[in-house]
């Protein structure tokens, strides 16, 4: 498929955040950008460099930038999670866009369904950006169930009874 998204080259930054990047810094991500539109456009399936790609644009604040890179890479990468999460988290927090944030989360999980920090990210953005407790408990249920004695799930389950007030659960988690 042909990429249609803004130009790999082209770097809208956040003005705010270039004042504190070092000149040369920023001209060696330019540079870097200029030599990823050059080599996707040899091979536009080339997984790292779009990922590249959209790690450099979310750095200098060029979400839309990354949003089309991550998009391209759904596409052309279809069966890789981490793009499909990274999208997800930057629809909900970044772009404010929640709605389309949702069917990312769940094509990361379905993708990889034992990867517990994907239900671990969900879960935080509906407890975060939704503001939907519920659905992040069921989140958490759903990794339990697929990566169950996971120390790092415990830890979040904690996290999660202390958010709550939940004391008594939260120490049974951490311990």
Do not use: C
């Not at 930054?13 to 920023?26: F, H, M, S, V």
């Not at 969900?122 to 990794?143: K, N």
């Not at 169950?148 to 202390?162: E, K, V």
Request: hydrophobic residues 40%.
């Amino acid at each position: 498929p042909v990429y249609r998204g803004t130009p790999v080259a082209e770097l809208r930054a956040d003005p705010k955040l270039l004042a504190g990047i070092p000149e040369d810094a920023y001209q060696r991500s330019l540079s870097k950008l200029g030599v990823l539109a050059r080599r996707l456009a040899q091979n536009p399936r080339d997984t790292e460099g779009w990922m590249s790609v959209a790690f450099i644009k979310h750095f200098y604040s060029d979400d839309l930038g990354a949003r089309d890179a991550y998009e391209y890479l759904n596409v052309v990468a279809n069966d890789a999670a981490l793009p499909f999460y990274n999208l997800a988290n930057l629809y909900g927090y970044y772009l404010k866009e929640p709605a389309k944030a949702i069917p990312k989360y769940h094509a990361a999980i379905a993708r990889d369904p034992v990867e517990v920090s994907y239900y671990i990210g969900f879960a935080e953005f509906y407890r975060d950006v939704m503001g939907d407790r519920d659905r992040a408990w069921e989140v958490l249920r759903m990794a339990e169930a697929k990566t169950p004695g996971s120390p790092t799930l415990w830890t979040t389950f904690a996290a999660f009874y202390q958010g709550d007030g939940t004391t008594a659960e939260a120490i049974r988690y951490y311990e």
